[in-house]
């Protein structure tokens, strides 16, 4: 069975860090592109960054761009998203989703994923 787990989520000040963590089973992560979403309370489900199967290729929502990091560990088969100077803005509960193909020129809608996790609270808060 194919599963996503998040992990890495919390409480942080505003300019601080966190790295979430995207680990799977049942699977082999390296066929699939890795997008990031969060959600905030009223708020639409919305594409973070997301890293392509086929050639790596890596893209950021223009509201997290210089700030947040997205990587694959290959022998952990685990994707993440390292975010810094976080802000208040920021607080949502973060999914990464998979899907083999996605991720080619855009980080798509929520609705270019089959797989989910099951989330990860950030709340950035002083």
């Known amino acids: 069975q194919l599963q996503l787990v998040e992990s890495g989520g919390g409480l942080v000040q505003p300019g601080g860090s966190l790295r979430l963590s995207c680990a799977a089973s049942?699977?082999?992560?390296?066929?699939?592109?890795i997008g990031w979403f969060r959600q905030a309370p009223g708020k639409e489900r919305e594409g973070v960054s997301c890293?392509?199967?086929?050639?790596?290729?890596?893209y950021y929502a223009d509201s997290v761009k210089g700030r947040f990091t997205i990587s694959r560990d290959h022998a952990k088969n685990t994707v993440y998203l390292q975010m810094n100077s976080l802000e208040p803005e920021d607080t949502a509960v973060y999914y990464c989703?998979?899907?083999?193909?996605?991720?080619?020129?855009?980080?798509?809608?929520?609705?270019?994923?089959?797989?989910w996790g099951q989330g990860t609270q950030v709340t950035v808060s002083s």
């Open positions: 989703a998979a899907e083999t193909l996605a991720c080619g020129a855009r980080i798509g809608s929520s609705y270019d994923y089959r797989y």
């Open positions: 049942g699977f082999t992560l390296d066929y699939y592109a």
């Open positions: 890293i392509s199967s086929s050639d790596g290729s890596i």
